[in-house]
């Protein structure tokens, strides 16, 4: 027999995107590059070479995108601006970037959906990673000039405003790894974009918070829970602690507490991290927010042991390999034993109701601040059927077990807000091109023909509802 859970009268239904990985048109209006469009180009950088130009054509198509969201019945929608549309050259603004995000923030507002902006979503101006990239100082205080310049044209329309997207990624695959843009290989590197990232993150806060007080502001972390593969060894424990720090406490604890956790500057010493802050950097990025937002796609059991059985999953070929932690060689991610997505990624709905109650015990809770789930979703094979639809049962089971655990987060005293599906459409997956589907809308490259997908509808059922039905199996850990 189902049990039927409720969600709270002011909890947001939600779905989010990315400029660069929905909106094409790279060189209309005035859009320069950005590391993204020069990075497409690398050979191998990219799975078959695919690229940005066209993506989904969501520039101009837009209007009938927002239309599609009503029909689901979000209630908002996370989006984020293209720092290369609005500055291509990193300084002078471009007003017809600015008009093309005042006419989908106007579109959003007249059917209902509240706008959340997010204002760098990986897509840095080519021309400022010319300049040093995140590695050079300027980057950040040119970003606060950045947020600045966005808000005196949205400000009035736009109440939430999310600074960074995944510095993590940011930093580490583009820095470290070289995985994504801007395909650096350089643990130093990496460390040191990381700082700036933040301090572009603080500077931007500080700067909003001065120019309007009412504005809910923060940004969007990608945290995982990392477990030891075997509680009882010290070396296992160890490696979940040096993920941990490298992953999460690395960005939470200079945020929340002003500082670098002790034994991450010290995993890191030598790498320069020590080197890049300046005196007051940590009270800037330590500056209060009234909202994180946590990402999270699957928990990862880790040990100073390689696996004795290959890990299911695969990689992108002809791509740097790298670790992109600056200083975690030798740990090693084991099976759990758990489902897994088209990525290779292990389903674990319980991990985000554990990552959530830590988040708010040592995080969000002391310092009063509202927790989003902002990204969560799944890469599935789906295709149309005969009947022109996309039955992707193992989506909607996804969806449905971690809206659970967000439940049961809250029965456990987390407050989340609002949770917002990635994505909304099939799009753009930065370095696995088109060949990996996350959306809960299946896109046809070749005709730009959106199709709702199962799992959009049963999404648009609970948003419209506000009621999971569950069958009582479901409520255990990992069912999907």
Same mark, same amino acid.
């Given at each position: 027999?189902?049990?039927?859970?409720?969600?709270?009268?002011?909890?947001?239904? @939600?779905?989010?995107?990315?400029?660069?990985?929905?909106?094409?048109?790279?060189?209309?209006?005035?859009?320069?590059?950005?590391?993204?469009?020069?990075?497409?180009?690398?050979?191998?950088?990219?799975?078959?070479?695919?690229? %940005?130009?066209?993506?989904?054509?969501?520039?101009?198509?837009?209007?009938?995108?927002?239309?599609?969201?009503?029909?689901?019945?979000?209630?908002?929608?996370?989006?984020?601006?293209?720092?290369?549309?609005?500055?291509?050259?990193?300084?002078?603004?471009?007003?017809?970037?600015?008009?093309?995000?005042?006419?989908? +923030?106007?579109?959003?507002?007249?059917?209902?959906?509240?706008?959340?902006?997010?204002?760098?979503?990986?897509?840095?101006?080519?021309?400022?990673?010319?300049?040093?990239?995140?590695?050079?100082?300027?980057?950040?205080?040119?970003?606060?000039?950045?947020?600045?310049?966005?808000?005196?044209?949205?400000?009035?329309?736009?109440?939430?405003?999310?600074?960074?997207?995944?510095?993590?990624?940011?930093?580490?695959?583009?820095?470290?790894?070289?995985?994504?843009?801007?395909?650096?290989?350089?643990?130093? $590197?990496?460390?040191?974009?990381?700082?700036?990232?933040?301090?572009?993150?603080?500077?931007? +806060?500080?700067?909003?918070?001065?120019?309007?007080?009412?504005?809910?502001?923060?940004?969007?972390?990608?945290?995982?829970?990392?477990?030891?593969?075997?509680?009882?060894?010290?070396?296992?424990?160890?490696?979940?602690?040096?993920?941990?720090?490298?992953?999460?406490?690395?960005?939470?604890?200079?945020?929340?507490?002003?500082?670098?956790?002790?034994?991450?500057?010290?995993?890191?010493?030598?790498?320069?991290?020590?080197? *890049?802050?300046?005196?007051?950097?940590?009270?800037?990025?330590?500056?209060?927010?009234?909202?994180?937002?946590?990402?999270?796609?699957?928990?990862?059991?880790?040990?100073?042991?390689?696996?004795?059985?290959?890990?299911?999953?695969?990689?992108?070929?002809?791509?740097?390999?790298?670790?992109?932690?600056?200083?975690?060689?030798? +740990?090693?991610?084991?099976?759990?034993?758990?489902?897994?997505?088209?990525?290779?990624?292990?389903?674990?709905?319980?991990?985000?109701?554990?990552?959530?109650?830590?988040?708010?015990?040592?995080?969000?809770?002391?310092?009063?601040?509202?927790?989003?789930?902002?990204?969560? %979703?799944?890469?599935?094979?789906?295709?149309?059927? *005969?009947?022109?639809?996309?039955?992707?049962?193992?989506?909607?089971?996804?969806?449905?077990?971690?809206?659970?655990?967000?439940?049961?987060?809250?029965?456990?005293?987390?407050? +989340?807000? @609002?949770?917002?599906?990635?994505?909304?459409?099939?799009?753009?997956?930065?370095?696995? %091109?088109?060949?990996?589907?996350?959306?809960?809308?299946?896109?046809?490259?070749?005709?730009?023909?959106?199709?709702?997908?199962?799992? %959009?509808?049963?999404?648009?059922?609970?948003?419209?509802?506000?009621?999971?039905?569950?069958?009582?199996? $479901?409520?255990?850990?990992?069912?999907?």
């Amino acid at each position: 027999m189902s049990h039927e859970r409720q969600f709270h009268p002011e909890f947001l239904f @939600g779905a989010a995107t990315a400029a660069f990985q929905i909106e094409g048109a790279n060189r209309t209006d005035g859009r320069t590059d950005s590391i993204w469009d020069a990075f497409c180009r690398l050979p191998g950088a990219v799975i078959d070479g695919h690229d %940005g130009s066209t993506a989904c054509d969501h520039y101009n198509r837009y209007h009938s995108d927002v239309d599609l969201m009503a029909d689901l019945g979000l209630q908002t929608y996370r989006f984020s601006t293209s720092w290369s549309r609005i500055q291509p050259d990193g300084g002078r603004v471009n007003e017809a970037g600015l008009d093309f995000y005042e006419r989908v +923030v106007d579109k959003l507002l007249e059917r209902g959906i509240m706008p959340w902006l997010t204002l760098y979503h990986w897509d840095l101006p080519q021309v400022l990673e010319e300049r040093g990239g995140w590695c050079a100082r300027d980057t950040a205080y040119l970003f606060r000039d950045y947020a600045m310049n966005v808000h005196a044209r949205l400000g009035d329309r736009v109440p939430v405003w999310t600074t960074l997207n995944e510095p993590w990624c940011s930093a580490f695959l583009g820095y470290t790894a070289g995985a994504h843009a801007p395909g650096r290989q350089d643990p130093r $590197a990496g460390l040191t974009a990381a700082h700036h990232l933040l301090l572009g993150h603080g500077l931007a +806060v500080q700067a909003l918070r001065e120019a309007d007080p009412a504005l809910t502001l923060g940004l969007t972390l990608n945290l995982t829970l990392a477990e030891p593969a075997d509680p009882q060894r010290p070396g296992d424990v160890d490696a979940a602690r040096r993920i941990d720090g490298q992953m999460n406490r690395i960005f939470l604890d200079p945020i929340f507490r002003g500082a670098y956790p002790d034994d991450v500057l010290a995993d890191v010493d030598g790498l320069g991290l020590v080197d *890049a802050i300046h005196p007051g950097d940590l009270d800037i990025i330590a500056a209060p927010i009234d909202a994180l937002g946590v990402n999270y796609y699957h928990g990862q059991a880790v040990s100073d042991l390689p696996p004795t059985a290959p890990i299911h999953g695969e990689a992108p070929t002809d791509r740097p390999t790298g670790s992109p932690f600056p200083a975690a060689d030798g +740990v090693h991610t084991h099976s759990q034993g758990l489902p897994t997505t088209a990525m290779g990624w292990e389903i674990q709905p319980d991990g985000l109701a554990e990552l959530l109650v830590r988040i708010h015990r040592d995080y969000t809770d002391p310092a009063g601040i509202e927790v989003y789930v902002t990204e969560n %979703g799944a890469a599935f094979d789906d295709e149309l059927s *005969a009947d022109g639809a996309v039955h992707d049962d193992d989506r909607v089971s996804f969806l449905r077990a971690h809206l659970n655990a967000i439940l049961d987060a809250t029965e456990r005293g987390v407050p +989340v807000r @609002g949770y917002f599906y990635w994505s909304l459409m099939d799009n753009f997956e930065w370095a696995w %091109g088109y060949h990996k589907r996350f959306g809960i809308v299946h896109v046809d490259y070749d005709t730009q023909q959106r199709t709702v997908k199962d799992s %959009g509808l049963e999404y648009g059922r609970i948003a419209t509802s506000r009621t999971l039905s569950i069958e009582p199996a $479901a409520r255990t850990a990992a069912a999907v």
